[in-house]
């Protein structure tokens, strides 16, 4: 079957740095998506990676590898507005999306 | 620039009623999807289409119906005889295309089944 692991939840420190892992195993490999979700909001695109390696967008930084079916996405600067859920997502074979439960992470002061 | 529309945001009903949900996007964009979200579980696809006039089955289709006539406009989600296990926050979005463009999403309606 296909299956998305992410950690339920994460706390971490408001300036600090927190990384998000997400592991896969999917019919085949088009993508992986990165998706940020306040709570009682709608998904908001973060970022996407095809090819291995480090995509980085501000604050927000995404890796993947595609031989270890393993991404993570590292937040710098934590700021209480980062506090969210945040869901990893793989397009498989038939272009279908796979999504995982998200991991909620919380920022502390 | 609205972007994706769902109505209604809230709905509570009877078990064994209908209803229709509402989502529409300005986007010009092909493909439109339903979701459902529920606690502890990742989103579910109910039913998808990749152009006017066709629609498709996702994961979770039982119980639900889609229609879409027109690209630009509403692409509806019904359901035909609701259940309390149909109780879920659902969530229209839309893409350019269905493989490497991100998925716009609507506001999400959430629905309760007594």
């Known amino acids: 079957g296909q299956n998305i692991d992410q950690p339920t939840e994460m706390t971490a420190t408001e300036g600090a740095i927190v990384q998000i892992n997400c592991t896969y195993q999917?019919?085949?490999?088009?993508?992986l998506f990165w998706y940020q979700q306040h709570a009682g909001e709608a998904p908001t695109f973060l970022s996407y990676n095809v090819l291995d390696g480090l995509e980085e967008k501000g604050r927000f930084s995404s890796f993947l590898s595609r031989s270890k079916g393993y991404s993570y996405l590292l937040l710098k600067e934590l700021q209480m507005k980062d506090s969210a859920s945040y869901l990893c997502a793989v397009t498989d074979s038939n272009y279908q999306l796979i999504w995982g439960a998200g991991t909620k992470l919380i920022i502390k002061p | 620039n609205a972007g994706v529309t769902q109505t209604p945001k809230f709905r509570v009903l009877k078990t064994g009623q209908s209803m229709t949900l509402l989502c529409a996007q300005d986007?010009?964009?092909?493909?439109m999807y339903w979701y459902r979200q529920d606690p502890g579980m990742g989103l579910r696809l109910i039913h998808y289409s990749v152009g006017e006039g066709t629609t498709a089955k996702g994961e979770v289709p039982d119980g639900y119906n889609v229609s879409r006539l027109k690209k630009k406009q509403n692409f509806l989600l019904g359901l035909e005889s609701a259940a309390p296990s149909q109780t879920s926050v659902y969530f229209c979005?839309?893409?350019?295309?269905?493989?490497?463009?991100?998925?716009?999403f609507g506001d999400g309606t959430r629905l309760s089944i007594l």
């Open positions: 979005a839309s893409s350019p295309s269905g493989d490497t463009q991100p998925q716009h």
């Open positions: 986007m010009n964009h092909e493909y």
């Open positions: 999917t019919s085949g490999f088009n993508g």
